[in-house]
């Protein structure tokens, strides 16, 4: 699908939804596809190109989502069950898919004191400031 004279390839809505649709079912039917890059080898365009058509054509959001869901799923068990490198499944799903290893814990660090000068009304505060005169 190339334009003469090296121009972008204009991807119609038509044809992102066949794509998509196409990748969809792949991943679908053969379990032994982990990565966006095995469905794409074949493809004229790279796995950047979905994401530029999942903010170019959202009505395609869902079906986006599915594959990268049915991909980071198939990872993580794959991974679990031994059937790919821990390590690399951990690294997968870490850099393409926001996980973490570590609990993030929000500590509260308020001065109680100041907590409570907080609340009073400025009137109080102000003598309070006076008797310490």
């Known amino acids: 699908m190339k334009n003469p ?5 204009k991807y119609t809505e038509e044809y992102v939804e066949n794509e998509l649709n196409d990748i969809l079912y792949k991943i679908q039917t053969d379990k032994n596809i982990y990565l966006l890059g095995q469905v794409l ?3 004229e365009y790279s796995p950047q ?8 054509y959202t009505m395609f959001s869902e079906t986006i989502k599915k594959i990268k869901s ?4 198939r990872i993580n068990r794959g991974g679990l069950e031994g059937k790919l ?3 690399m499944a951990i690294f997968n799903l870490k850099n393409n898919y926001g996980w973490k290893d570590r609990q993030e814990v929000e500590v ?4 109680p004191i100041k907590e409570k000068l907080s609340q009073l009304p400025i009137e109080e505060l102000l003598s309070i400031l006076k008797e310490d005169e």
């Open 41 to 43: 080898e074949y493809k």
């Open 108 to 111: 509260d660090n308020v001065d």
């Open 70 to 73: 049915i991909l980071e799923e």
């Open 5 to 9: 004279g090296g121009r972008p390839i």
């Open 49 to 56: 190109r979905i994401s530029e058509w999942a903010k170019k």
């Open 85 to 87: 490198n821990p390590t």
